[in-house]
């Protein structure tokens, strides 16, 4: 008899096992598929990983030829549903308090957001690059490196944080999350390889989480719920260095401004000439626009300054 219930429970045991790991991979295929593609044609800062793996190669194969990409997105939506407790409601109250602790982080989640990239802020003029950004209005500042170790970039790190700290500013570290959690860093934004670690991150990781949504609002909607402090959507532009770049459309901005709570952030073509129209966003995301020198301004990165102070006052942004 006891044989029996033992052999029950495992069969038990095994088929629960069995539907768990079945909802895991829909999630992850999903979730891969639909950011590679809007990786691939987005602004350089969403870029493919070259290490894809064939599996998700395939997801990428298989999107691509699709007709309706919102079919894809239905699926990931309800492999996340599955998956975490806030979306289908069985902990309202956690999803209370995240809810507050997100509306005290937003607080810091406006304005300027400029992000660094290995060519046009090499480490060995980072720190003076970011001191002229700061001088010019810059309010946020991601720190995003594809290519070095984390023990190659760990003092880098600590000292961009402090001197974000010195000045107020809001520090936030690419995807690394681990590196992330140990310095204990304020801020963290996640892309398409870590956001299925979301609820895990979120637990181990008290600081400041942003995570890219290119242009679904459903998927901002899912990760607000998850524990992100804001979202961003893009590329919003056409990239000059992406020229396959398929653009957010302005709408999408207006309507998760009626629909998402936490801060959105714009990203990708950004410029002086097109910033006025981004008036729906708490943060507008720079890179080549920040940190490319003018042809009249070139002397002690004082062109970094003014980009800054030019990006803001043509954004006339409220604060």
């Avoid at 691939?40 to 894809?52: A, D, M, P």
């Avoid at 894809?72 to 806030?86: A, G």
């Avoid at 070095?148 to 520090?171: A, P, R, T, W, Y």
């Avoid at 719920?225 to 957010?248: D, E, L, Q, R, W």
């Amino acid at each position: 008899m006891k044989q029996n219930i033992d052999s029950n429970a495992n069969s038990k045991n095994e088929s629960q096992n069995s539907e768990l790991k079945e909802t895991n991979d829909c999630y992850q295929s999903n979730i891969n598929s639909l950011a590679n593609k809007k990786i691939l044609e987005s602004s350089n800062y969403f870029e493919c990983s070259e290490k894809t793996s064939l599996d998700s190669k395939r997801d990428f194969a298989s999107f691509s030829k699709a007709k309706n990409k919102k079919i894809l997105e239905s699926k990931f939506l309800k492999c996340t549903q599955s998956l975490s407790p806030t979306q289908s409601g069985r902990d309202s109250k956690n999803l209370s308090i995240s809810t507050k602790n997100s509306q005290d982080k937003s607080q810091r989640l406006k304005g300027l957001y400029g992000i660094s990239d290995t060519i046009l802020t090499p480490h060995k003029t980072i720190t003076e690059q970011l001191q002229k950004a700061i001088e010019g209005g810059l309010s946020i500042f991601q720190y995003r490196d594809k290519h070095s170790k984390d023990s190659e970039i760990s003092g880098l790190v600590l000292e961009l944080q402090e001197i974000c700290d010195s000045n107020n500013v809001l520090f936030v570290l690419n995807d690394r999350y681990e590196l992330a959690i140990r310095l204990g860093v304020s801020g963290l934004h996640l892309g398409r390889d870590e956001v299925i670690r979301l609820e895990e991150i979120r637990r181990e990781f008290k600081g400041i989480i942003g995570i890219s949504c290119y242009d679904s609002i459903e998927l901002a909607t899912t990760f607000q719920n998850m524990g992100a402090n804001y979202v961003a959507f893009g590329a919003v532009f056409a990239s000059k260095t992406k020229t396959n770049a398929i653009p957010c459309p302005l709408n999408v901005l207006e309507q998760a401004k009626k629909h998402i709570k936490i801060p959105i952030c714009s990203i990708g073509g950004i410029c002086v000439s097109n910033v006025d129209k981004l008036s729906n966003c708490d943060m507008i995301a720079v890179i080549s626009s920040l940190w490319t020198p003018s042809k009249t301004n070139m002397k002690d990165f004082d062109f970094i300054r003014d980009n800054a102070k030019n990006l803001i006052e043509s954004w006339k942004y409220n604060n």
